[in-house]
């Protein structure tokens, strides 16, 4: 394709897009080394949803660290907390935060 022109043939832009599709089919063979290895280690681990519903079953409530922080937030914005109450939190919360 001469890129010097100023308009394409329609054959040209056809050749064109035959390279890029070709390209892309190639990206995508390069790419499936590192798929390979993330189903690997999907057959390693459970999802945690997964985990979740058999925590549940044995009655335990597991929470993501997210999850924890909003509840934290909630009791520290609540007019209810004593001082006391909002220092620890945002000890909690200090933890929490150090480990993002």
């Known amino acids: 394709v001469d890129l010097n022109a100023?308009?394409?043939t329609s054959e040209e832009?056809?050749?064109?897009l035959a390279k890029m599709k070709e390209s892309e089919k190639a990206e995508r063979k390069v790419s499936f080394p590192f798929l390979k290895q993330c189903n690997?280690?999907?057959k390693k681990f459970r999802p945690i949803e997964q985990l979740?519903?058999?925590f549940e079953k044995l009655n335990m409530k597991i929470e993501t660290d997210y999850e924890i922080m909003v509840k934290l937030i909630s009791k520290f914005n609540s007019s209810a907390?004593?001082?006391d109450e909002k220092v620890a939190v945002l000890y909690d919360l200090e933890y929490y935060v150090h480990q993002v």
């Open 6 to 8: 100023n308009s394409f």
């Open 13 to 16: 832009l056809k050749k064109a």
């Open 40 to 42: 690997e280690v999907r």
């Open 52 to 54: 979740k519903e058999e």
């Open 81 to 83: 907390s004593t001082l």
